[in-house]
Structures are given as C-alpha cells and as structure tokens.
C-alpha cells in the first residue's frame, strides 16, 4: 500500500476530500509549516500523525526542507501531496521528490502560474476556468498535468463566487488523481513520461462542471 504524506499551511479543505475519499493508499502523516492551521485539526480528527515544522524557525529555505525530507524519510513515504502548501520548495526538494510529489492549482495550466488566479481569470474576461493536479517540478506550477477540473465563469461572477466552485471541483478531482496514483492507473516513469492506463498522457483528464 503507497503512504501519502501530506504538507498544508491553512484550512485543509482538499486533506478532508482525500480522507473523505478512502483511498487505496494511506496517508501516514501531515506536515504543516503554520501551528494554527486548521488542516492539523482535521488530521488529528481522523488519527492521522502530524508534525509541524514552523519555517521561521529556520535560516533558509534549505534547512527548512531538510527537515521535512527528513521526516518524510521517518515516515517511509512514497508520495507526498501538496494540499494549499504555501511555501516554495528549494530545488533539491522538488528533485529529491521529483516524480513523487503532486500539488493542486487553481487553474487551467499552463495557464495562470502563480497567485490570485481567480481575479486574473476575470480580468482577461475567460469563459472557462478551473483547477489542475500536476506533478511538481523545480519550475513553478510547470509539471505533468494529470487531471483538471473545468468550470464556467458567469457574467457576475466574484473572486469569491468562482474560488468557492473552483475549490467544489479539487475536492473531486484531487482524490481521482490521487486514487489513480495509488492504483497504479497514473505512473509516473524513471524517464520522466507519465502513462495513464498504460499509455502515455499527452493531455490531462479533464472533469466538466457546467
Ligand atoms: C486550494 O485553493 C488549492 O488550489 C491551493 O491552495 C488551496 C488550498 O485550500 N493550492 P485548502 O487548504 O485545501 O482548503
């Protein structure tokens, strides 16, 4: 059975969907860099470990990621789950997980890298928006897209109104992506291809909200 580790900085909303989800995997533990996050609560609520790890704490990034390694290490884990983790990865991080570490985004990649996805979806005008899983590499939000949920953007649409369907779709599709990892239906290759049932994913698996 694939253990999951999963890193969080604020309410954990996307941990719940993947305990909620009864995976094939099991999640061994959860990391938070922020004491208050209310994801740890959630976490202690279904027995699952946590440690926090406060990046204050230390003098840079590097030391802060070794820690982590380290307890990820502790726990024995093969896949590590980015879940509204809001802190940048150090290069040797991401490569030392690399092929084993998929984050969320709250957009349709390659498009909107980066924050505040949502007012910038508006003020270009978009019809269409959503959320992707990608696996993570040292450049920001650029990994394999595996799966993406879509949405349509109404005409009075807020920031606010469209996060709050934007997030109603990574509940959804983040424990699909996942579930696939751990069945072995997505597997990520020592050459760097991603198959989804065998064969190469050239595009990720999209989810229509409409
Ligand atoms: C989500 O919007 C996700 O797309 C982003 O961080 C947020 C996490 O929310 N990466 P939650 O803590 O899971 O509720």
């Known amino acids: 059975m694939i253990k999951i580790a999963v890193l969080v900085s604020g309410s ?11 995976l094939s995997g099991k999640i061994v533990g959860v990391i938070s860099n922020k004491p208050e996050a209310y994801a740890l609560q ?4 279904a027995g699952i470990s946590t440690v926090i790890i406060e990046h204050k704490q230390f003098p840079n990034r590097e030391a802060f990621d070794a820690v982590m390694h380290q307890q990820l290490l502790d726990w024995d884990v093969d896949l590590v789950i980015l879940a509204g983790f809001m802190r ?5 991080f991401v490569n ?3 092929g084993k570490m998929v984050n969320i985004h709250p957009s349709l990649l390659p498009h909107y890298k980066g924050m505040h996805t949502h007012q910038r979806v508006l003020n270009t005008g978009d ?5 992707t899983v990608h696996y993570v590499t040292a450049e920001l939000d650029a990994g394999q897209a595996l799966t993406q949920g879509v949405v349509q953007v109404h005409l009075h649409d807020t920031v606010d109104t469209l996060a709050e369907r934007v997030h109603t ?3 959804l ?7 696939w990892i751990c069945n072995g239906t997505i597997q990520h290759m020592e050459n760097g291809q991603v198959l989804y049932k065998g064969q190469v994913l050239k595009q ?6 409409f």
Request: aromatic share 6%; proline share 5%.
């Open 12 to 22: 954990g909303s996307n941990l719940q969907a993947l305990i909620d989800a009864n």
């Open 42 to 45: 959630r976490a202690q609520h």
């Open 88 to 92: 940048i990865l150090s290069a040797g």
């Open 96 to 98: 030392a997980w690399q």
């Open 127 to 131: 019809m269409l928006h959503g959320c």
């Open 169 to 171: 779709l990574e509940h």
């Open 173 to 179: 599709i983040y424990p699909q992506a996942v579930e």
């Open 204 to 209: 990720p698996i999209q989810f229509c909200k």
